[in-house]
């Protein structure tokens, strides 16, 4: 079918820098922070900054940021591998202001824990930040462990939903410390 491949793309502000929204069709299928690690090189997208897609994307990331959103249901459809999407589809069931170990994952998925770091592997190339909560996962030990967007930003978006679980108006200070290992 004509156009099945094509992607369209638009980029948007956020309080931790500036995004990437890429679509397919109806579909979310990607949301980056600028350069951050696994960034896609865009070439021969389409820019689309009025396709339903984007305009759904930035309305639900700005609530988000605003405090007033915790679910999200812009249509998602990231690509990946098979293992890949059984991991991507288990973190969207952490709920805002909680958080699971990537044993935790294993487990949820059907793997022993020990599998934990093939689970880090996918979760690291989750094509579409925020709205599939990879920065909800952290070590074993409960240290905040690699974000593809950056520990900053990991515990900015960490910061914003546990004061927004306490009722607190939402900002962006720094939360616990980072294990970048």
């Known amino acids: 079918m004509l156009g099945q491949d094509r992607r369209d793309y638009d980029t948007m502000r956020s309080p931790l820098g500036d995004m990437l929204i890429s679509a397919?069709?109806?579909?979310?299928?990607?949301?980056?922070?600028?350069?951050?690690?696994?960034?896609?090189?865009?070439?021969?997208?389409?820019?689309?900054p009025e396709h339903p897609v984007m305009r759904a994307t930035r309305l639900q990331i700005d609530a988000y940021f605003a405090g007033e959103l915790r679910e999200f249901s812009v249509p998602l459809a990231p690509r990946g591998n098979e293992f890949q999407g059984q991991v991507w589809q288990a973190l969207r069931t952490i709920a805002f202001g909680e958080l699971r170990t990537?044993?935790?994952?294993?487990v949820q998925?059907?793997?022993?824990?020990?599998?934990?770091?093939?689970?880090?592997?996918?979760?690291?190339?989750?094509?579409?930040?925020?709205?599939?909560?990879?920065?909800r996962v952290i070590g074993q030990t409960g240290a905040l462990t690699g974000y593809a967007?950056?520990?900053?930003?990991?515990?900015?978006?960490?910061?914003?939903?546990?004061?927004?679980?306490?009722?607190?108006?939402?900002?962006?200070?720094l939360v616990g410390e980072a294990d970048d290992s």
């Open 24 to 48: 397919s069709g109806d579909a979310l299928d990607g949301l980056w922070f600028i350069n951050q690690k696994y960034f896609p090189a865009a070439q021969g997208w389409r820019h689309a």
């Open 109 to 135: 998925i059907g793997l022993p824990r020990a599998h934990a770091r093939a689970v880090g592997n996918a979760v690291g190339r989750n094509p579409i930040s925020i709205i599939v909560p990879c920065h």
């Open 149 to 173: 967007g950056g520990l900053e930003r990991k515990r900015g978006l960490l910061s914003l939903e546990r004061q927004g679980i306490s009722g607190e108006r939402p900002g962006f200070e």
């Open 102 to 106: 990537y044993g935790d994952i294993a």
